[in-house]
């Protein structure tokens, strides 16, 4: 008699799961799109991303969900069109009870602003781009070169972060500029001089390197007395003045050894060198 009560309560459950799935899928299919609630996860006092910019978003790629039937809503195909924004980094898009669709998005958040001739934008830490714009202003960093897939922006990121947790040098680096990916360079805010990184490696020995320079070289040889200084090679830094080379040897010795001087960059020369930037130095932020 227990046993049949026990199945008898198995079959009752059964049957009303069983109706309350279909109940479901048939008010999925009927139950209409009442509200659609747009949630931005980082917004704080640089928002550039509003709910109503969102909403507008939507309606310029011809996606309408009030009023639509929930069924049909394709929340996966809005998150894959809202993600092409050069202005958001996440998008989740949730179907929800009574006929409401939520939508929470993360704006970029900026790690770098780069110029690259008359075009300027900032970059995220995965890479993604947004057009820098006169209505929006982010305290990052400042790059001046041109980068490519091959060689993205966000190749210096092993140097920022260090300059950016180093108080001094945060104080001392106004801007980075790139002529290749084996010439990057640092502009400090005073002195008149560039500093030569050559590629973005063994970042910390290189800043040890210069920070020994400006305590025991330039005190005594003048702030002024060179144009560009060189960290890019193991065991010495090579100082330009503006007619010669002079190279100074360093009791310094880094564990890992960088490639090796070429002939032509240290041979004393009567010519500048060549930079791909403005000796002007730039504020750090425009």
Same mark, same amino acid.
């Given at each position: 008699?227990?046993? *049949?009560?026990?199945?008898?309560?198995?079959?009752?459950?059964?049957?009303? *799961?069983?109706?309350?799935? *279909?109940?479901?899928?048939?008010?999925?299919?009927?139950?209409?799109?009442?509200?659609?609630?747009?949630?931005?996860?980082?917004?704080?006092?640089?928002?550039?991303?509003?709910? $109503?910019?969102?909403?507008?978003?939507?309606?310029?790629? #011809?996606?309408?969900?009030?009023? &639509?039937?929930?069924?049909?809503?394709?929340?996966?195909?809005?998150?894959?069109?809202?993600?092409?924004? @050069?202005?958001?980094?996440?998008? +989740?898009?949730? &179907?929800?009870?009574?006929? =409401?669709?939520?939508?929470?998005?993360?704006?970029?958040?900026?790690?770098?602003?780069?110029?690259?001739?008359?075009?300027?934008?900032?970059?995220?830490? +995965?890479?993604?781009?947004?057009?820098?714009?006169?209505?929006?202003? /982010?305290?990052?960093?400042?790059?001046?070169?041109?980068?490519?897939?091959?060689?993205?922006?966000?190749?210096?990121?092993?140097?920022?972060?260090?300059?950016?947790?180093?108080?001094?040098?945060?104080?001392?680096?106004?801007?980075?500029?790139?002529?290749?990916?084996?010439?990057?360079?640092?502009?400090? #805010?005073?002195?008149?001089?560039?500093?030569?990184?050559?590629?973005?490696?063994?970042? /910390?020995?290189?800043?040890?390197?210069?920070?020994?320079?400006?305590?025991? =070289?330039?005190? @005594?040889? #003048?702030?002024?007395?060179?144009?560009?200084?060189?960290?890019?090679?193991?065991?010495?830094?090579?100082?330009?003045?503006?007619?010669?080379?002079?190279? =100074?040897?360093?009791?310094?010795?880094?564990?890992?050894?960088? $490639?090796?001087?070429?002939?032509?960059?240290?041979?004393?020369?009567?010519?500048?060198?060549? *930079?791909?930037?403005?000796?002007?130095?730039?504020?750090?932020?425009?």
């Amino acid at each position: 008699m227990k046993h *049949l009560v026990q199945n008898i309560l198995l079959l009752v459950l059964a049957g009303l *799961l069983v109706a309350g799935i *279909l109940w479901a899928r048939h008010k999925a299919h009927t139950q209409v799109c009442q509200r659609v609630d747009v949630v931005i996860e980082n917004a704080d006092s640089s928002v550039f991303v509003t709910q $109503q910019g969102v909403l507008d978003e939507l309606a310029k790629l #011809g996606i309408t969900m009030k009023g &639509k039937s929930m069924n049909d809503i394709d929340a996966t195909l809005v998150e894959e069109k809202l993600r092409r924004s @050069e202005y958001l980094e996440k998008v +989740d898009c949730v &179907k929800g009870q009574e006929g =409401v669709v939520t939508i929470k998005v993360s704006q970029l958040v900026p790690v770098l602003r780069v110029f690259d001739g008359n075009d300027s934008y900032y970059v995220n830490r +995965d890479g993604k781009r947004m057009t820098a714009t006169a209505s929006y202003h /982010a305290d990052v960093p400042v790059v001046q070169g041109h980068f490519t897939a091959a060689y993205p922006a966000t190749r210096l990121m092993p140097m920022v972060d260090f300059v950016e947790r180093d108080s001094l040098l945060h104080s001392l680096v106004t801007m980075y500029s790139v002529a290749d990916s084996n010439n990057v360079f640092v502009v400090p #805010g005073i002195y008149g001089h560039v500093v030569n990184m050559g590629p973005v490696t063994d970042v /910390a020995t290189k800043f040890a390197k210069l920070k020994l320079f400006y305590s025991k =070289v330039l005190p @005594e040889k #003048g702030w002024q007395t060179y144009d560009t200084i060189s960290v890019k090679w193991s065991h010495q830094v090579v100082a330009t003045k503006r007619q010669k080379a002079v190279k =100074v040897e360093l009791a310094y010795d880094p564990e890992d050894d960088e $490639q090796m001087p070429d002939e032509q960059t240290m041979a004393v020369s009567d010519e500048k060198p060549t *930079l791909a930037i403005d000796k002007k130095q730039k504020p750090k932020n425009n």
